[in-house]
């Protein structure tokens, strides 16, 4: 009797902890947190017959100045956005090592002067000597020596000084052309470097599309082929031809460059705008492109993905394989197909398996 008793004892106990463990259970997946979320459909390009790449606008003048010197920035008299003068003065870099080289060149110069001076005189005198047998061979070529050996002195003192005078060209960085200061890297006071980008200018209105065709189809790009350009951050399309092509990838990835001379506009452009230049050539192969904003992309490493939604309205990391970019988008390679819908933003942390709210 006592054995029975224990076993409905257990049972009960066994019950109990049961139910008040799905009571649990039930109670944190009722507090589970929802994140709200926007999310967009997977778009895909026009599939055009003709070849259509990805640009970025330029201006055709356009420098990054540096220097060959180590030191202080003392001085810098222009900001971005400044409208600068060929010639006029951009970066001052500490010279006074340069300077004290320069005093002790013009040393240089003045001993070396003298004593060429001096040995000039003897070599003349030596000359008339032995031209009235009052001196002897031996002795005019001594002295002969003597002076072109001073006149060597004073030659290389004289190509010292102009070496330091082109080493002053470093420390006082200057326009080479007219145009508008669009970045600076240093401030003053900071370590300039030998080669380091200090600031970059660029004459406004005249620009370029730079370009990178598909090896499939450099073949039909020709020089002065006229093309559509279309600014794709102001919608306006600009009529531009090709300048230059490349005729080797070695350094691009497989891809060749092309650069297209736009034409006069007023159309507000900028450097640095991106662009879809359309050549008037057939694709030899037409694909279609799923392309995202690379705003809804998740970096880890080597690794890229997006979220995107379950059928229970969970976040789920889709890896991806991603290729080319255009513009603020990125073309999927694959991990994703079209009419599939990915998390754009969420106002809470993401992960795998979390609830979400479209909104």
Same mark, same amino acid.
């Given at each position: 009797?006592? %054995?029975?008793?224990?076993?409905?004892?257990?049972?009960?106990? !066994?019950?109990?902890?049961? !139910?008040?463990?799905?009571?649990?259970?039930?109670?944190?997946?009722?507090? !589970?947190?929802?994140?709200?979320?926007?999310?967009?459909?997977?778009s895909e390009s026009n599939n055009s017959p003709?070849?259509?790449?990805?640009?970025?606008?330029?201006?055709?003048?356009?420098?990054?100045?540096?220097?060959? $010197?180590?030191?202080?920035?003392? #001085?810098?008299?222009?900001?971005?956005? /400044?409208?600068?003068?060929?010639?006029?003065?951009?970066? *001052?870099?500490?010279?006074?090592?340069?300077?004290?080289? *320069?005093?002790? &060149?013009?040393?240089?110069?003045?001993?070396?002067?003298?004593?060429?001076?001096?040995?000039? %005189?003897?070599?003349n005198r030596f000359q008339n000597l032995f031209? /009235?047998?009052?001196? =002897?061979?031996?002795?005019?070529?001594?002295?002969?020596?003597?002076?072109?050996?001073?006149?060597?002195?004073?030659?290389?003192?004289?190509? $010292?000084?102009?070496?330091?005078? =082109?080493?002053?060209?470093?420390?006082?960085?200057?326009?080479?052309?007219?145009?508008?200061?669009?970045?600076?890297?240093?401030?003053?006071?900071?370590?300039?470097?030998?080669g380091q980008p200090l600031i970059s200018i660029?004459?406004?209105?005249?620009?370029?599309?730079?370009?990178?065709?598909?090896?499939?189809?450099?073949?039909?790009? #020709?020089?002065?082929?006229?093309?559509? &350009?279309?600014? #794709?951050?102001?919608?306006? *399309?600009?009529?531009?031809?090709?300048?230059?092509?490349?005729?080797?990838?070695?350094?691009?990835?497989?891809?060749?460059?092309?650069?297209?001379?736009? /034409?006069?506009?007023?159309?507000?452009?900028? *450097?640095?705008?991106?662009?879809?230049?359309?050549?008037? &050539?057939?694709?030899?192969?037409?694909?279609? $492109?799923?392309?995202?904003?690379?705003?809804?992309?998740?970096?880890?490493?080597?690794?890229?993905?997006?979220?995107?939604?379950?059928?229970?309205?969970?976040?789920?990391?889709?890896?991806?394989?991603?290729?080319?970019?255009?513009?603020?988008?990125?073309?999927?390679?694959?991990?994703?197909?079209?009419?599939? /819908?990915?998390?754009?933003?969420?106002?809470? #942390?993401?992960?795998?398996? &979390?609830?979400?709210?479209?909104?």
């Open positions: 009797m006592k %054995k029975y008793s224990y076993i409905i004892t257990m049972a009960i106990i !066994s019950i109990v902890m049961v !139910s008040c463990g799905n009571d649990t259970n039930q109670k944190v997946a009722d507090n !589970s947190p929802t994140v709200k979320v926007q999310v967009n459909k997977v003709f070849l259509s790449v990805s640009g970025k606008i330029q201006s055709v003048n356009n420098a990054d100045l540096s220097t060959r $010197m180590m030191g202080f920035v003392k #001085k810098i008299p222009v900001t971005v956005g /400044d409208k600068v003068n060929k010639g006029q003065l951009l970066v *001052s870099i500490n010279n006074a090592d340069l300077q004290a080289k *320069s005093a002790q &060149v013009n040393a240089s110069i003045t001993e070396a002067t003298a004593a060429f001076n001096n040995a000039q %005189k003897d070599y031209a /009235d047998n009052s001196a =002897s061979q031996k002795e005019l070529d001594d002295m002969t020596a003597r002076y072109e050996m001073a006149k060597a002195r004073l030659e290389a003192a004289k190509q $010292m000084k102009n070496e330091v005078n =082109s080493q002053y060209a470093y420390t006082n960085i200057t326009a080479p052309f007219s145009g508008v200061v669009t970045a600076k890297t240093v401030e003053e006071g900071d370590m300039a470097n030998p660029e004459t406004p209105g005249n620009f370029e599309v730079i370009a990178m065709v598909p090896e499939t189809e450099i073949s039909q790009i #020709k020089n002065g082929v006229e093309v559509d &350009v279309m600014v #794709k951050s102001i919608q306006k *399309s600009i009529k531009g031809n090709v300048s230059e092509i490349s005729t080797s990838a070695k350094n691009t990835g497989g891809q060749y460059l092309v650069k297209i001379a736009l /034409d006069k506009t007023d159309t507000p452009i900028l *450097s640095g705008m991106f662009a879809s230049v359309q050549f008037p &050539v057939e694709k030899k192969a037409a694909t279609e $492109m799923v392309l995202i904003p690379e705003e809804a992309i998740v970096n880890n490493g080597q690794l890229s993905g997006v979220y995107t939604v379950s059928q229970n309205n969970t976040a789920i990391l889709r890896w991806l394989r991603l290729g080319r970019t255009f513009g603020n988008q990125v073309e999927v390679l694959s991990g994703l197909s079209a009419d599939e /819908d990915y998390i754009v933003s969420a106002d809470g #942390k993401l992960y795998n398996g &979390v609830k979400i709210s479209i909104q």
